[in-house]
């Protein structure tokens, strides 16, 4: 009975990091070493992002619960998973990136704020800037206007000093 307890319990820990996660990413790691997972995870815990492996059926049963049926197919074979709860974006990046690197690992799936992604949308999403590169996007483009004007009116001047002189 104490067994069927627990595994109710890691459905619940699954479920809950399903509903509470802004993006999560799941992947196939066969084939990568113990130093590749450990980099790996490395990567992931420096970026407050959870990496977990599940047995598929306890997986399985947590994505019902979580209303993501969809991800039952990416359930098969070696899976872990990986949730963010901060940052939408910084699982993508990682795990894209490290694919790039190392062509063992694979992703399979995912979920982006409560809705299932494919491996493209992951992808893309994974091309995207970080929060400071997005903050500084939006910086630039509220400052144009102002340099613009500053840049106009430097030139108005410098064109009546001409006419004067």
Do not use: C, W
Request: hydrophobic fraction near 40%.
């Amino acid at each position: 009975m104490a067994k069927v307890e627990q595994k109710k319990q890691v459905v619940e820990e699954i479920t809950n990091n399903f509903r509470e996660s802004q993006s999560t990413v799941l992947v196939d790691y066969r084939g990568l070493n113990v130093a590749e997972i450990t980099q790996l995870r490395k990567e992931l815990r420096d970026a407050n992002i959870e990496y977990k492996v599940y047995k598929n059926t306890m997986a399985r049963r947590a994505v019902v619960k979580a209303e993501l049926e969809g991800l039952q197919e990416t359930l098969v074979g070696p899976t872990a998973v990986a949730f963010s709860k901060d940052d939408v974006v910084a699982p993508a990046k990682i795990i894209d990136q490290f694919a790039k690197d190392h062509d063992a690992l694979e992703i399979k799936g995912g979920v982006i704020e409560g809705e299932i992604a494919t491996v493209e949308q992951i992808q893309e999403l994974a091309k995207l800037p970080d929060y400071d590169g997005l903050v500084s996007m939006l910086l630039s483009v509220l400052q144009a206007p102002m340099r613009n004007l500053a840049y106009a009116t430097k030139a108005i001047s410098e064109q009546k000093e001409e006419q004067e002189a």
